[in-house]
């Protein structure tokens, strides 16, 4: 890791994406079997990787 922080930043990217990934799946499979739970905690953490990936990019923006 260099002191920019890059490769952390790269890391932070890829797991928030992945967790959105999980998240869409979760919320499909909760759709589909009719489990109102699991498609809630789909939802929730999509939007908690939205989240993370939104403060990834405003410190990708003050870096500039």
Do not use: P
Request: glycine share 10%; no cysteine.
């Amino acid at each position: 890791v260099d002191q920019t922080g890059d490769v952390m930043g790269a890391s932070e990217k890829t797991r928030n994406v992945s967790d959105q990934f999980k998240g869409r799946a979760k919320e499909v499979a909760g759709a589909v079997t009719g489990n109102s739970d699991l498609k809630l905690r789909g939802r929730a953490e999509q939007a908690s990787a939205s989240l993370r990936q939104s403060f990834e990019k405003l410190k990708d923006a003050i870096k500039l």
